[in-house]
């Protein structure tokens, strides 16, 4: 999984596995689209006015939890 971010155009995706040629883009909403095989399966999520959305939880951090443990990793996400 990767979260890429470009500040020129202030979108952030989310990919979850390799683009293939057979994906289809489904609009969500006005700020996500979300990238889908068609077997269903979600490939990325894009996020259109990113820092706005990025940063309003977490301290504009990037958290992954594992549930099990409790243990979290926190990394700041550039948003400039």
Wanted: proline share 4%.
């Amino acid at each position: 999984m990767t979260l890429t971010y470009d500040p020129r155009l202030n979108v952030a995706y989310i990919r979850l596995h390799a683009k293939s040629a057979q994906v289809k883009t489904v609009r969500v909403s006005d700020a996500v689209n979300i990238d889908l095989a068609p077997d269903g399966m979600v490939y990325g999520i894009e996020l259109l006015n990113a820092n706005a959305q990025l940063a309003q939880e977490d301290a504009g951090q990037f958290v992954l939890q594992n549930e099990a443990t409790g243990e979290r990793t926190a990394v700041k996400i550039p948003l400039s």
